[in-house]
């Protein structure tokens, strides 16, 4: 179009562009392919809001349930942890989106699986298995490390996504996003993973100012009322800790191993833990996420990296260690989870938090008399 509009200088613009962009000019930078797409926006709040919506019409349509029995079971299902703070939004009858935010349509395709998944007749059905592509296709986009073989299965799952979409909703057209979707493998290996690029950070920054326009109901100087207010908070945080402590402790006592079981003292044998260096805590915060009795945590301990159960929390010279079980869990590919299998007999162990492989603890939620973990992640892949 540019060199339509150079040849042709009469011509004032072309199809909404007027000229070129003088950020062009860099020599490392590109207006069409010099920044990242956003996730959140392309994805959650785009082509899967809308592709969702036709699956659940389908679903409708085919008396697998109805709307009425699917919000139900979104509002009564026990969302825990983070998840918890996100609960999907109910989907609209017949309509032409999901409806929710871009987390609440996160929330609600990772665990689509266990709250409906029970209803459909035959897991091989091509639009149930269509959801399954897509949350594959969305773990990997989301994942915090990505390898180069995931990124070339990534855009394996990406074309066959596209591929389905195709053949399952043809009288549906695709939109400007769908193409959007298929530059994702180029722009990964460019940019790294996509999930620490998306706009979510700064939306969360601009609550901040919509809470004081709120708060205030003054649209006099409006620009000015919120850059002043913006740093008077900013000077209050500064008169203090600015950063929390690496690690904070939460109602903690002095370790005492021979008041716990013989396993107990067993696995916490070799760390030279005694009531003078070490204490146990209710819960430890480590980079602001909270870890207790109870936690699921993935960690590698003797270079395996497994599933762990957390027993007991200990602090020795503020270097948190976990005393937690094993666990052994199984993919139920139907409705693409992880469950975990109870075995009392799986192994004990303890390990500093630095083995840890997330920062954050997982959400297990308990269905139907099952333990499942949803992960927001490819990450599990590797186990």
Not at 361 to 377: M, T
């Amino acid at each position: 179009m540019l060199q339509d509009m150079d040849s042709n200088p009469t011509e004032n613009s072309h199809e909404g562009i007027k000229h070129d962009s003088v950020f062009n000019e860099l020599t490392y930078f590109h207006v069409t392919s010099g920044l990242p797409p956003c996730v959140a926006h392309d994805l959650f709040e785009g082509l899967l809001s809308y592709d969702l919506a036709l699956c659940v019409r389908y679903f409708v349509r085919m008396l697998f349930f109805s709307y009425d029995i699917l919000n139900g079971r979104i509002k009564l299902f026990p969302f825990c942890g983070s998840d918890a703070a996100n609960k999907p939004a109910e989907v609209p009858p017949n309509g032409d989106r999901i409806g929710g935010q871009a987390v609440q349509n996160w929330t609600l395709l990772r665990y689509f699986g266990l709250i409906i998944g029970d209803k459909i007749p035959n897991s091989d059905d091509a639009v149930w298995q269509f959801v399954l592509l897509m949350q594959q296709m969305t773990a990997l986009i989301c994942a915090p490390s990505l390898s180069y073989a995931q990124v070339a299965y990534m855009r394996v799952l990406i074309e066959e996504y596209l591929e389905s979409r195709t053949t399952l909703f043809g009288e549906v057209p695709l939109r400007p996003k769908h193409h959007f979707l298929s530059h994702y493998p180029s722009l990964t290996l460019k940019f790294g993973p996509l999930i620490r690029l998306w706009t979510m950070r700064f939306e969360s920054k601009h609550s901040y100012f919509k809470q004081c326009m709120r708060s205030a109901q003054n649209y006099k100087n409006v620009t000015g009322m919120l850059a002043e207010r913006h740093q008077l908070y900013q000077a209050y945080q500064l008169t203090g800790n600015f950063f929390c402590a690496e690690v904070e402790l939460r109602s903690s006592t002095p370790f005492h191993a021979d008041l716990y079981c013989k396993e107990v003292q067993d696995t916490v044998t070799h760390f030279s833990f005694t009531s003078e260096n070490t204490v146990v805590c209710d819960s430890v915060c480590i980079k602001g996420n909270s870890f207790g009795r109870d936690s699921y945590v993935l960690a590698q301990v003797r270079d395996e990296t497994a599933l762990y159960c957390v027993l007991l929390v200990l602090v020795k010279q503020l270097h948190p260690y976990f005393v937690a079980r094993k666990l052994d869990f199984c993919v139920v590919n139907e409705i693409g989870v992880l469950k975990i299998v109870d075995d009392d007999g799986s192994s004990m162990a303890c390990f500093e938090a630095t083995h840890l492989t997330h920062d954050y603890p997982l959400c297990v939620c308990v269905v139907r008399g099952g333990r499942y973990i949803v992960p927001k992640s490819a990450a599990l892949q590797v186990l």
